[in-house]
């Protein structure tokens, strides 16, 4: 069965830094771009960061460029999301995605469960 | 970036009526690179429709969509309890991928 599964949510403090993982399963995750898409509580949906399915090529929204980091282990079938300089406003449901293609410019096919972000003092 | 806007908020129908989503983008992005998603409560989202108009695996054949260049629109032909949820609109086409506010499908 296709899946992934994220970890590593929590509350974390202004300021403060946390890593989410998320552990894909049932596809060769080397074939395809992942993704991370939040979603502020009682809000839509927010792309995140992107990142191909080599891991060479890494993409990031503009509300998050400089203090997260994706990558990936293509060895270990893992995504994960380095977030760091958390603010109020980074407070959602992160979830992983898979993209329909390896390079660029495709849509989300297979989502995670999610897992929830509070960043509150 | 571009800004797509769905209409109407908030669709309320009858089981079997038929579901009529919009979304229009700002700007052209490339046709085919437009997905529908469905979200039901506590849930993630479902990918239904890609490529403006192809179902995606699993996707029952009363959800169709249709449209190019700046309208798209998702029509849910005989609606079935089950698909009360909101649906996003998103393009893929320019960077950053952006995704519609919502419509909110009630069932009655």
């Known amino acids: 069965e296709v899946q992934l599964e994220e970890s590593g949510g929590g509350l974390v403090q202004p300021g403060g830094s946390l890593r989410l993982s998320c552990a894909a399963s049932g596809f060769t995750f080397s074939s395809y771009a992942m993704s991370w898409v939040r979603q502020a509580p009682g809000k839509g949906l927010e792309w995140v960061s992107s990142i191909l399915g080599g891991g060479g090529s890494t993409y990031y929204a503009d509300s998050v460029e400089g203090r997260f980091t994706i990558s990936r282990d293509n060895s270990k079938n893992t995504l994960c999301l380095q977030m760091n300089s958390l603010r109020a406003e980074d407070t959602a449901v992160y979830y992983c995605a898979r993209a329909t293609v390896p390079t660029w410019g495709g849509a989300f096919d297979i989502w995670g469960q999610g897992t929830m972000v509070t960043v509150s003092s | 970036e571009i800004v797509l806007t769905q209409s109407p908020g908030t669709l309320s129908l009858s089981p079997g009526e038929r579901a009529t989503l919009s979304c229009g983008a700002s700007?052209?992005?490339?046709?085919?690179?437009l997905a529908w998603y469905q979200q039901k409560p506590g849930q993630a989202p479902r990918l239904l429709i890609y490529?403006?108009?192809s179902r995606a695996t699993g996707i029952p054949d009363r959800f169709s969509g249709s449209g190019s260049g700046t309208d798209f629109t998702l029509t849910i032909s005989r609606l079935e309890p089950e698909d009360s949820a909101v649906y996003y609109c998103?393009?893929?086409?320019?960077?950053?991928?952006?995704f519609g506010q919502g419509t909110k499908v009630e069932i009655k």
């Open positions: 490529g403006a108009s």
């Open positions: 998103q393009q893929y086409g320019r960077s950053p991928p952006t």
């Open positions: 700007q052209n992005f490339g046709s085919s690179n």
